[in-house]
């Protein structure tokens, strides 16, 4: 809803979806919206390994939440981390700790 110049609400539709592209994309963001939440870029570090820790979604199993944080670790430090030694530790509140070992 936006406001009018004579006071009036009116309802604004926009068609914002161009092509194919832009709208795999708003589902793709839409999509990311509803995974675990977790910060690739917000990590603890011993020297010999990397931790994140991530929120799952309700049903949603670690293994799930194992393979988005890997896969958002190897889209900043590249492929090669894929063969590091990754594990991950469920706690009873809920949170899964992922780590990535050097």
């Known amino acids: 809803m936006i406001q009018a110049s004579d006071g009036r609400q009116q309802r604004v539709t926009e068609n914002r979806f161009t092509d194919a592209a832009s709208m795999r994309r708003h589902w793709k ?3 990311e919206k509803y995974m675990a939440q977790f910060d690739i870029d917000s990590h603890l570090s011993n ?7 991530a929120l799952p979604d309700a049903g949603e199993r670690a293994d799930d939440v194992l393979s988005k944080v890997k896969q958002a670790a190897i889209d900043k430090f590249g492929g ?11 706690a ?3 949170y899964i700790t992922v780590r990535m070992y050097a």
């Not at 020297?47 to 820790?53: A, C, I, S, Y």
Request: proline letters at 0%; a positive charge; charged letters at 30%.
């Open 29 to 31: 963001s839409t999509e």
């Open 92 to 94: 009873s509140n809920g």
């Open 47 to 53: 020297g010999k390994r990397l931790e994140w820790l």
């Open 80 to 90: 090669v981390v894929f063969f590091n030694r990754w594990e991950r530790v469920v």
